[in-house]
């Protein structure tokens, strides 16, 4: 930027007025049918597109590899009752991650900005169905998912220090924060450190799972294969008990669509975005039917039910006095997954602000940095609040329910703009039996636990959904915009260093 920082800082109190009413109207573009270059007049901030080939696999493997593939076997196998029907969740929850990400991208190559479902709900369905999106993800989801990722970071990170017995709460929970404030400082002091560190971690996670896959084959290949006999015996029939179990199995498969979150942060989108999907997904999916048969391997499916931690008892049974390697690959995994999962969710946070559907410091960035640091601040503090009182089976039950929510809507959308919109550019184009098979799974899985097994808690998340309303008439709807908040938003800016900025979606 070619002003200085301190005449960038001494002008924010007589240029905010302008670029708050500026953001405001924002959202009311429609980048569908008209440019969104809003470079009228004077050079404004901007996020750098530094996130290559490379780091979107990282970020992508990165995220998806993270607490899901150690804590959930155990549940998959739960809730459907033996080895191989497991597998087959397994199996079927990596092709619906890839379907869904094929559909997203090309979503991401005809709305080529930053923010994911909420973006593209925003340009396909309008400002209320976005906003209720926006609302639930920024204060509830994504925090919620931070959350228990740093849960599970700090269970492992611990537990060599507590051997023999459960390690506390408190412990647990104080290094679950320190997780979260350690990631706030990357990713508000510079992208290429934070991408830096999804790409080191990646490697390092990747390379742990290796270790187990070839302990599995080294077993498979001593004929330890006790497991896989009568593999489909008392397997579940439930509708609802097959839909929490692809509940746990996708857990651990989320993170499929978050480099559409920071499309304008890529170099070549239209490229890097199929590519990247198209490497990371089947490498996961892969890697983590190869780490199950391992786990069945060297366990019992009693043995494996029992386990607290089944990538901790695998360690015991195969590496032995080793087994310390495991734990600390684990908490390497989940530290890398929080990344990404740090990295994308503020984006979320900062376009919503930016398209003014939340309070508009959120939407500026650092003026030496570059970096969207308020609303990485606010998911930050959302995600301590979360830390207090989550426990790691409870997020992900809720955090997939609404997510799959929105993925539905969003899938929908594709379809509308497949039959009524053919005509629009894209350098991508999905068949279009694959979207629509994402949309029947996502119809099932948000519907199958609520017929088979209704629970009161899937009411109270409804119920804090459509509880945007009472925010979006007044502060959106009819723009009522209190006179504090304009001059907290002032002080905000002068004392965090931020101004606003534009899209980029060149």
Request: hydrophobic share 50%.
């Amino acid at each position: 930027m070619a002003t200085t920082h301190c005449s960038v800082t001494d002008s924010l109190l007589t240029t905010t007025s302008a670029h708050i009413s500026t953001m405001r109207e924002r959202k009311t573009i429609d980048p569908l049918h008209s440019s969104t270059d809003l470079r009228e007049g004077k050079e404004k901030l901007r996020l750098r597109r530094e996130v290559g080939l490379i780091s979107s696999v990282s970020l992508i493997a990165g995220t998806m590899i993270g607490s899901g593939i150690f804590m959930s076997p155990e549940w998959v196998l739960h809730h459907m009752g033996n080895p191989a029907s497991s597998l087959l969740i397994w199996a079927a929850c990596g092709l619906l991650a890839m379907f869904g990400a094929l559909s997203y991208a090309e979503l991401g190559t005809i709305i080529k900005e930053s923010g994911g479902e909420y973006i593209y709900i925003l340009r396909i369905f309008g400002s209320f169905p976005a906003f209720l999106f926006a609302y639930t993800s920024v204060i509830l989801v994504r925090p919620a998912g931070l959350a228990a990722v740093c849960l599970s970071f700090a269970e492992y990170a611990i537990a060599p220090f507590y051997p023999g017995c459960s390690s506390p709460q408190v412990a647990i929970k104080c290094t679950a924060a320190a997780c979260i404030l350690i990631l706030t400082i990357i990713n508000c002091l510079n992208v290429r450190l934070a991408t830096s560190v999804m790409n080191i971690f990646t490697a390092a996670k990747l390379l742990a799972l290796l270790v187990i896959v070839v302990g599995g084959l080294v077993l498979l290949a001593k004929g330890q294969t006790q497991s896989f006999q009568n593999g489909f015996q008392g397997t579940t029939s439930g509708i609802g008990a097959v839909g929490v179990a692809f509940y746990q199995g996708l857990w651990s498969y989320d993170g499929w669509n978050n480099l559409n979150y920071v499309t304008e942060e890529l170099k070549k989108p239209e490229v890097t975005l199929p590519r990247a999907l198209m490497i990371a997904i089947p490498l996961v999916t892969c890697l983590y039917l190869l780490v199950n048969v391992s786990y069945l391997a060297a366990m019992t499916p009693s043995e494996l039910l029992s386990s607290g931690a089944v990538a901790v008892t695998w360690g015991d049974k195969v590496l032995g006095s080793w087994a310390w390697l495991i734990s600390l690959s684990v908490a390497l995994s989940t530290f890398g997954s929080s990344n990404g999962t740090f990295f994308s969710g503020g984006r979320v946070c900062y376009i919503a602000a930016r398209e003014g559907h939340m309070p508009d410091i959120l939407s500026m960035a650092h003026v030496r940095c570059l970096t969207p640091s308020p609303a990485l601040l606010f998911t930050s503090a959302m995600s301590l609040i979360m830390i207090i009182s989550g426990s790691f089976t409870s997020i992900v039950n809720f955090f997939s329910f609404v997510a799959w929510l929105f993925y539905g809507m969003t899938i929908s959308g594709l379809l509308y703009l497949k039959i009524k919109k053919p005509e629009l550019p894209r350098s991508y184009k999905v068949p279009i039996i694959i979207p629509i098979i994402v949309l029947v799974a996502a119809v099932y899985l948000v519907l199958a636990p609520i017929i088979d097994q209704p629970q009161i808690e899937i009411l109270y998340i409804v119920l804090f959904i459509f509880s945007g309303i009472i925010f979006y008439f007044p502060l959106v709807r009819f723009k009522y915009h209190p006179r504090f908040l304009q001059r907290a938003t002032l002080h905000l800016q002068l004392l965090l260093e931020v101004a606003p900025t534009t899209r980029d979606a060149n």
